[in-house]
């Protein structure tokens, strides 16, 4: 089986100088390898087809055969590296928090440790005969939340 320590280590080589980044490799037991890459652009097909060619040219066929799938990261998939979150920063978003709730909003806020969303909330103001829609700042550390994803609008 091809060790994937050792793709991660030929992709990590291509990426030096590109604002490119890995999402993600696995590597499955029938040699299948797929790697997931992705970008604040997005992901051009043919920067794909130069990472597949590189990789290839540094494995050896001979050795273990493999099939080899180059992509992005998938979209409206759980965003799974932390690079994700900057780069969707000012995007609506879904936030599916450990206790099983989920949060729809506009991604503020993002670090090393945590992120915010804001979201629309509906609040009756005293006096009032009608709730009216406010902003909440939610903030989440990565461990409370089972995932975050980019929400796809066709507003």
């Known amino acids: 089986m091809i060790d994937k320590n050792v793709v991660i280590g ?3 080589k291509w990426l030096e100088d ?3 980044f890995l999402v993600d490799v ?10 997931e890459i992705d970008h604040a652009e997005g992901v051009w097909i043919d920067d ?8 290839e040219s540094n494995l050896n066929r001979e050795e273990e055969d493999y099939e080899l ?7 409206g998939q759980p965003f799974k590296v932390i690079q994700q ?49 406010v902003d909440q700042l939610l903030s989440f550390a990565y461990n409370e939340i089972k995932y975050t994803k980019y929400l796809i609008s066709f507003k």
């Open 10 to 12: 030929i992709v990590s």
């Open 18 to 20: 590109k604002d490119y």
């Open 26 to 35: 696995t590597v499955s037991p029938d040699d299948k390898i797929v790697v």
């Open 48 to 55: 794909c087809v130069e990472l597949s060619r590189y990789i």
């Open 69 to 75: 799938e180059v992509g992005s990261a998938g979209i």
């Open 85 to 133: 979150y900057y780069i969707h920063k000012g995007s609506e978003v879904e936030v599916l928090a450990n206790d099983g709730k989920k949060y729809k909003g506009v991604l503020t806020d993002v670090d090393d440790n945590q992120f915010s969303i804001t979201v629309q909330t509906k609040i009756k103001p005293e006096g009032s005969k009608r709730p009216k829609l």
